[in-house]
């Protein structure tokens, strides 16, 4: 039988799913291509090349179209020598092959005004921001959270406030963080924080509270109480869509990360994404915005294939880069006993 | 079977129930409280006793109060009135004493085989090395030694309730609660877990309460079946119907289940549980007339 591309809740054919996958990059791709290379497709503007005999047109100048063709028009009533220019895009939408020339040779060009970092320098920054207000959040916040999701006791004691202020938007503390932190990377770090530490005991609390009770039961028919019955059973129930909840966490962090770091002195990826708008290098914009979120993408598929290593119980094949890891850690364990 | 003589099944009941008591139920009573402020008793007035060695079923139609029943004897619910005696001695609570196999699988998803059946020693406070040891004796008994390195995923619905079983007794309880335990299996593996459940408890010292809702299992596993009822009229709440003795050899066949005293004996529980479900307390059905149906037939 053919298989269908469309059957209600069934998985394709891994060949399928991996050509999906590959289509989900290259199309938008395409679309890009075809708007950027094909000088039919939109192409609102003009590129003058040649003004000819036109005092308000001027060389490399861009403009609309229409205006272009009416100022042409006038010069040619006029006798005179008619301008030359060709179709091209906005400033704000570069070609792809000139976002790809931007994220290779942004790591190549020093930085505009001396004493600014170079890109690596400013990615660095942003990662150790991130690393830090992330860490602070969750080393503090999956407790709370589990002591939440355990006793109701901690539960009501702390989550109606931390509800409220998970509606306060992050970059609301801005001015507050400066005054108490400082203005170099203590805001930032504590906007991060402010970002994601609510939110966080609010989703470790739910999922603490998705603990199994029946295996609760069982591990109390077994002898186990309090302590022990939060250390070997709801804590390892629950590891597996903890570590998923940090995953997508993450992911906030960074959202936040664009505000926090144009609070004080600016710094890091947003500081290079915005200097490079201010001087119109739209395509090097480009390279930034694709650059968070390839670090994004790379980190939580390598986190994704690290959790199916750390929990092999749950029954998901570990994929051939999981292997690969799996068979790393076997080589180190066994050195480790023949040491 | 019908070949050995009925003196010899009485005697051996009668030296069964001379064994000291294991588990005594006394006047056991429970009742929830409603959302409006009135209660529902689920249970009340519930007294009997499992001897040393016993392998006691319990029986009754649903909403009788069994499931309450076995949760109080584990400790998962307090009873709101009477009390459990273990050994003669008012018990209460969650105690590994107790030994419980439910019937959805509880073994824990991220430990191998081995790791869960030595939980319970571990929490007894038991060295890992011996913990080990004795947790392989117990998974070589129900059989699965091969699989002690397993995650419970792998694992079958039937050989995860032997691991169960195996969990439940390495803890060595007084007495093993089982609450529907192979409810959930197909009937083949059923049968089985049924066989190897009635091996465990000849080669181990076991004390078995086990609770079903079928009956040929009921009669198939026990020495006595203690037989709960639903509420009725007259009675308002699930109450204990009567104690009956099963009046089959040990040990147990497949055969049995066609003999004379398994048939009677089934006849007279389903005599005590149907009694009351009389047709007219059924509400009729709306009669429908499915023409197309009627005349495709026709």
Known sequence: MAERWFAVRRDLS??????????????????????????????????????????????????????????????????KPAAEGYRSNPVFLPPPHAVGRALYTAFLTPPVR????????????????????????????????????????????????????????????????VAVCGINDGPKIAIIFIGTFFQLVLVVANTTRQTD????????????????????????????????????????????????????????????????????????????IIMIGMIGLITDQVLAILGRVLFPWQGKPPGKLGKIILACVGLFRRKKVAV | MTDVPNESISSRLAKLKSQPVVLGIDNLGKTYPRPDGSTTTALAKVSFSVHRREFMTVIGPSGCGKSSLIRILAGLEDATSG???????????????????????????????????????????????????????????????????????QLSGGMKQRVAIARALANKPRILLMDEPFGALDAQTRAQMQAYLLQIWQNVNLTVLFITHDLDE???????????????????????????????????????????????????????????????MVEPLPMIKLTQVGDEVV
Not at chain 1, 47 to 52: D, I, L
Not at chain 1, 125 to 140: C, D, E, K, R, V
Not at chain 1, 149 to 170: C, H, N, Q, S, W
């Open chain 1, 213 to 288: 009770r029946a295996l609760l039961e069982a591990a109390q028919t077994l002898g186990a109480k309090g302590r022990h019955l939060v250390l070997h059973v709801v804590l390892p129930g629950i590891l597996p869509n903890l570590y998923n909840d940090l995953r997508i966490l993450l992911g906030w962090a960074w959202t936040y990360l664009i505000v926090a770091e144009l609070i004080g002195a600016s710094s890091g990826i947003s500081y290079f994404i915005n200097q490079q708008g201010k001087y119109r290098n739209y395509d090097n914009v480009f390279a930034g």
């Open chain 2, 83 to 153: 009390q459990m005696l273990l050994d003669g001695k008012p018990d209460s609570g969650p105690c590994p004493d107790r030994g419980m196999v439910f019937q959805g699988y509880t073994l824990f998803p991220w430990l191998t085989v081995l790791k869960n059946v030595m939980f319970g020693l571990k929490m007894g406070g038991m060295g890992f090395d011996q913990a080990r040891s004795e947790a392989l004796q117990w998974i070589d008994l129900v059989g699965l030694t091969k699989f002690a390195d397993v995650y419970p995923h």
């Open chain 2, 218 to 280: 009921a009669i198939y596993l026990a020495d006595r079946i203690a037989v709960l009822g639903a509420p009725t009229p007259d009675i308002p709440h699930g109450h204990l119907q009567e104690i009956i003795d099963v009046p089959l050899a040990r040990p147990r066949t497949p055969e049995q289940f066609t003999s004379e005293p398994f048939l009677a004996t089934k006849r007279r529980i389903e005599g005590l549980i149907h009694k009351r479900v009389v047709p007219t």
């Open chain 1, 114 to 177: 001396k004493g600014e970092p170079w890109l690596h320098e400013s990615l660095w920054h942003s990662l150790t921001i991130i690393f830090w207000g992330f860490t602070a959040a969750a080393i503090i916040g999956v407790p709370i959270g589990v002591l939440c999701g355990t006793f109701d006791f901690f539960a009501k004691l702390t989550e109606p406030f931390v509800d409220f202020i998970r509606y306060m938007p992050a970059p609301a503390f801005g001015a507050l963080m």
């Open chain 1, 14 to 79: 891994p060949r399928r799913q991996t050509l999906l996958t590959v289509g989900a990059f290259v199309l938008p791709l395409l679309v890009w291509c075809v708007i950027s290379y094909v000088p039919f497709v939109w192409h609102p503007l003009i590129t003058v090349t040649n003004p000819g005999g036109s005092s308000f047109l001027a060389k490399d100048m861009m403009i609309d179209r229409g205006m272009f063709a009416a100022e042409n028009a006038k010069v040619v009533a006029e006798g």
